[in-house]
């Protein structure tokens, strides 16, 4: 099963809350749980958030990569996070099995960290594995690793947390958390089990990784998956309901379920072998489902700079990539989700280099439909 990211830093004070005592018995957990660095939830205007659909497709849809993007991730070679190369190969076999699923994503290990979207440290010393989440590792400082492995991949446990970080990356939150789980905490013994080693979590660590639950906006499906990647280990308890668990504990298999499968090929799905053309000044007009996705190639006529952008009142990402030795790499972006405009992108395009335009239908708006156009 997964285990943990467990970035230790705390505040002294943290520490004597987290020893109050209980009247729950202190269950030592022999299990490394995870737990995500704080994160921000996108502020959304009050017109949004008045259209709970609404709201729903632009929360959800932010962390995931556009389909078709190449993951380009490195290790770290010195210092601090140096892979080992047994754990480089085993992470390398984790992306392999994601792949296998049959994705859109492509993943390409470069040599150069400052090349990478995902950057992959090791540090057996911190103790911790843990990831941003989707296309929140464009936030982090490109010296600085994105996901981090505490502990060797090489067992059966460790194939487990090289899959689930990677699960991260894609964009999946924890199954824990879907407030449609219908769990119910023994919430003291909760708190005594993950205070004790090996993870000496803070209450605020154990709340916000365990007990608090993602909000309605933020959820990708209505249904809890305890078989999930994504999903972790509970002793028995720690969860009053559903019953069966409060006696036998949470032991998930450790592998991609086929709730997981169907996730990210719902994101992702494999790619038509070759994309409409885009014509200068002839807009198109696309009709999609929320999260869906349509490609287009675009190859200029001439060299100079172009404006590509959407019409219509529909939430939208708009990416451009260029094909360069037969791989798309980003150039430019906008996403005009939850805002009164809409989407495009200015750059200039050279006769003779191909490019690829990618859109994401966040939210269909009442028409569903949206223009897509460049000049």
């Not at 970035?7 to 020893?19: M, S, V, Y």
């Not at 202190?26 to 704080?38: D, E, G, Y």
């Not at 010195?78 to 492509?106: M, T």
């Not at 004790?196 to 906006?217: G, M, V």
Request: proline residues 7%.
């Amino acid at each position: 099963m997964p285990r943990a990211h467990a970035r230790k830093t705390r505040n002294p004070a943290d520490k004597k809350t987290a020893k109050k005592k209980s009247a729950v018995p202190v269950t030592k957990s022999a299990m490394r749980l995870c737990a995500l660095a704080p994160r921000t939830v996108r502020p959304l205007s009050a017109t949004v958030m008045a259209d709970p659909i609404r709201a729903r497709s632009i929360m959800v849809s932010q962390s995931k990569w556009m389909n078709g993007t190449v993951l380009h991730y490195c290790f770290f070679t010195s210092g601090h996070f140096a892979v080992p190369k047994r754990q480089a190969a085993a992470i390398r076999n984790a992306f392999a099995r994601w792949k296998r699923v049959g994705i859109g994503l492509q993943f390409k290990e470069v040599k150069e960290l400052r090349e990478a979207e995902v950057r992959i440290g090791y540090s057996v010393k911190d103790g911790g594995s843990y990831s941003s989440v989707g296309r929140e590792v464009l936030n982090d400082p490109l010296t600085q690793p994105t996901t981090v492995y505490g502990w060797s991949l090489t067992t059966k446990e460790g194939r487990s947390t090289a899959l689930h970080e990677i699960g991260h990356v894609l964009g999946m939150e924890h199954e824990h958390q879907n407030p449609f789980a219908g769990i119910k905490w023994h919430e003291e013994a909760v708190y005594k089990n993950l205070e004790a080693p090996p993870n000496e979590w803070t209450r605020k660590e154990t709340f916000d990784n365990i007990l608090q639950k993602l909000s309605l906006e933020q959820v990708q499906g209505s249904k809890w998956d305890p078989k999930s990647i994504m999903e972790y280990e509970f002793d028995p308890g720690l969860i009053a309901e559903p019953k069966r668990y409060e006696t036998e504990g949470l032991f998930p298999p450790g592998t991609l379920s086929a709730a997981d499968k169907k996730w990210v090929r719902k994101w992702y799905p494999p790619l038509k072998k070759s994309p409409d053309r885009l014509h200068a000044s002839k807009p198109v007009v696309v009709s999609l489902d929320a999260g869906k996705q349509i490609d287009f190639v675009i190859e200029p006529a001439s060299s100079r700079k172009y404006t590509i952008e959407t019409k219509g009142a529909s939430d939208t990402t708009l990416v451009l990539y260029e094909v360069i030795d037969g791989m798309p790499r980003y150039v430019s972006g906008d996403d005009d989700s939850g805002e009164e405009r809409n989407a495009a992108i200015s750059h200039k395009l050279f006769r003779g280099r191909q490019y690829v335009v990618r859109l994401r239908l966040v939210h269909p708006g009442p028409t569903g439909e949206v223009s897509l156009v460049y000049s």
